[in-house]
């Protein structure tokens, strides 16, 4: 301990000493034990100590104050770093806070430190955390965690003061010792915003942004789940794979603000069919598939149950919905399997849902139905036959057959081109096999452009011979193919490349097709006829025919379907409808044609009541082109 720091008492005791001397000598004076010389020189003394003495307290006075205002300008500086942080900071000890900051004050809604302070810490928590512990558990767990490690850095929900709303923090408790006793040092942050990024996050990685419904990823985690549960239970479940019958038509004239407007509807029909614990996702487009648990351990049951609710959804989504003030009504095609344990896949389980779907499509929409797996081996056949359709275009397995068309008199006009597969393993493939498969696969644009051009070379071909110069091909177009937006353009390049007469190529359309948006045809059908080609309509009779639409279209013949042909001699209503549609063509002033005629009583009928074209097996069967020409070399008088 130096002089310095003693040097208050110092002045405490020369003060004292000089006090004591000018006593002492007076009173020595007084009594004549000493001179006035020894009396002034103690005087003198005293004076001396007095003034040391006094010129220590001044300098210790100086000091104080000056130690003084260094302590105010800490404490004042340690305040301002304490109020201006942007996160909230708060000292408390084990009878609770005792300090905190402005930023406090306003992340809790309280008007004063004292009204803060008040606080218990447990009344600025709710009940339970989000872990679902008791905050008042997980409080002492992370006080221990930080007496012990000197801090602890965690999450937490507070709670405000003035409106009682929950909002997460991040919170830095350091223990530390204030005046000889341990508190501790609260570091908060408001992260409410980013809880709000993570949960977009969330949202966007595992909900579809329209219905909020879970997507595929999170469904295949549900699924996952489903099936875990399905082993530790015992119990099935179901699948369910929902498609709107129709939805592209919706979109297409009700526009994709309506559809997606439906869409949100029937998220919200769907949830309310469904039990707490099933799931309803979108896979996106019009397809939603619903997962259905524990509907019971014995598999008739558990079908059972899977089939009331799918019932249930087909009520519920088949009500009127409205759609910006107007009414619309759906049908949806479900399709369902049942699941128990991990004998199949989570993506084997949704392609026999999508499967069954595809049934109830095919078995006229607005269906349930079961998964088959008979029908799961048959699509798959139809996927390799698919795979191989794509090769016979490349390795030029397709090849083109020819019927003959003949007049009255049994004389050649043309022929119809029909496509055949001949596969190099399997043979001859009929064309009710693949031809759905190449409408369905999109695979009908190419291969039917293939058909034309090959189609128009072989006119070009005939037109050097007097036998088959004035022969007309008949060429069938698909829905798809003749909807391409340069189909005329492509009709228009084959005839000009191969050098063919375009009034010898005859273009066959399908009522259904050109039913599909009239106006579209009708002004793509005078481009082609401006060509100079022209058009007849197949199969009629068999859609929904009307004389209205007729009138309006450019055709230049009808071709009554074989389904009326097969029964004129015997079935009154076939022959009258033929008898019909030939009187109808003759108002219309249009060629009429005939297919499927395989019988003299047959081609006698048709001829007496005025068709006078004819095409079926009883003038030739569809031959390749060898067979063809030298069919006609044979029929030629």
């Not at 997962?291 to 059972?304: C, D, F, M, R, Y």
Request: aromatic share 8%; net charge negative; glycine share 6%.
């Amino acid at each position: 301990m130096d002089f310095l720091t003693l040097r208050p008492i110092w002045v405490v005791i020369g003060s004292i000493l000089g006090t004591l001397l000018i006593v002492s000598a007076c009173s020595l004076y007084f009594h004549g034990v000493v001179t006035p010389d020894y009396l002034i020189t103690g005087l003198i003394a005293s004076l001396i100590v007095a003034s040391l003495a006094t010129a220590l307290l001044t300098q210790a006075n100086r000091r104080t104050l000056s130690l003084l205002r260094e302590i105010r300008k800490s404490e004042n500086k340690y305040r301002q770093l304490f109020d201006s942080t942007g996160d909230a900071v708060m000292l408390l000890d084990e009878s609770g806070f005792f300090d905190c900051n402005k930023a406090t004050l306003e992340m809790f809604g309280c008007a004063t430190q004292e009204e803060f302070c008040s606080k218990h810490p447990a009344d600025l928590s709710p009940p339970q955390q989000a872990n679902g512990m008791a905050s008042l558990v997980s409080a002492n767990q992370h006080i221990a965690s930080a007496m012990e490690t000197g801090s602890d850095r965690f999450e937490w929900v507070y709670r405000r003061v003035d409106d009682g709303k929950d909002f997460p923090v991040e919170i830095l408790l350091s223990a530390m010792e204030l005046d000889g006793r341990s508190v501790f040092q609260a570091t908060v942050r408001d992260i409410t915003e980013r809880k709000q990024s993570e949960q977009q996050i969330h949202q966007l990685a595992f909900f579809d942004a329209l219905t909020r419904l879970p997507n595929r990823r999170l469904l295949m985690d549900r699924l996952q789940q489903a099936l875990a549960v399905s082993v530790r239970n015992g119990q099935l479940g179901a699948i369910m794979f929902l498609d709107l019958d129709h939805f592209k038509t919706l979109n297409d004239t009700k526009g994709h603000e309506i559809g997606d407007l439906l869409l949100i509807e029937v998220a919200a029909r769907l949830l309310s069919c469904v039990r707490d614990g099933d799931t309803v996702a979108r896979l996106g487009g019009d397809e939603f598939v619903l997962v259905l648990e524990t509907l019971g351990s014995k598999g008739h049951e558990a079908a059972t149950q899977a089939e009331r609710v799918a019932e249930k959804i087909q009520a519920a989504l088949g009500q009127p919905y409205q759609l910006k003030e107007r009414s619309h009504h759906t049908t949806w095609s479900i399709g369902i399997v049942m699941f128990k344990g991990h004998k199949d896949s989570v993506e084997d389980l949704l392609k026999y849902a999508d499967i069954a779907m595809y049934q109830a499509k095919t078995a006229g929409r607005d269906a349930i139905r079961f998964y088959d797996p008979e029908t799961q081996s048959a699509i798959e056949t139809r996927a390799d036959m698919e795979t191989e359709l794509r090769l016979a275009l490349e390795n030029h397995q397709f090849q083109l057959y020819y019927q003959i068309q003949v007049d009255s008199s049994h004389r050649p006009l043309g022929a119809e081109v029909l496509l055949r597969w001949i596969h190099p393993e399997r043979g001859l493939i009929s064309p009710l096999q693949f031809i759905p498969l190449l409408e369905e696969s999109g695979m009908i644009v190419p291969v039917g452009l293939w058909v034309l051009q090959a189609a128009c070379a072989q006119l070009r071909t005939w037109q050097g011979s007097a036998l088959t110069r004035d022969l007309t091909l008949a060429v069938n177009v698909s829905a798809k193919q003749f909807r391409q937006s340069d189909f005329v353009v492509r009709v228009q390049r084959a005839l000009l490349e191969s050098g063919a007469k375009p009034s010898h190529l005859k273009l066959e359309l399908t009522e259904s097709m050109v039913l599909e948006n009239l106006e579209n045809m009708i002004a793509k059908m005078r481009e082609l006829k401006l060509l100079g080609l022209s058009f007849s309509l197949d199969d009629f009779g068999t859609g929904y025919s009307s004389l209205q639409y007729l009138k309006q279209l450019p055709l230049d013949q009808i071709k009554i379907d074989h389904s009326f042909v097969r029964d004129i001699a015997v079935d009154a209503n076939d022959a009258a409808i033929v008898q019909a549609i030939i009187a109808m063509s003759d108002a219309l002033a249009l060629n009429v044609i005939a297919e499927g005629v395989e019988t003299e009583e047959q081609y006698e009928f048709l001829d007496k009541h005025g068709c006078h074209a004819f095409q079926g097996f009883l003038f030739g069967k569809p031959l390749p082109l060898e067979q063809f020409e030298a069919s006609l070399l044979e029929d030629k008088p």
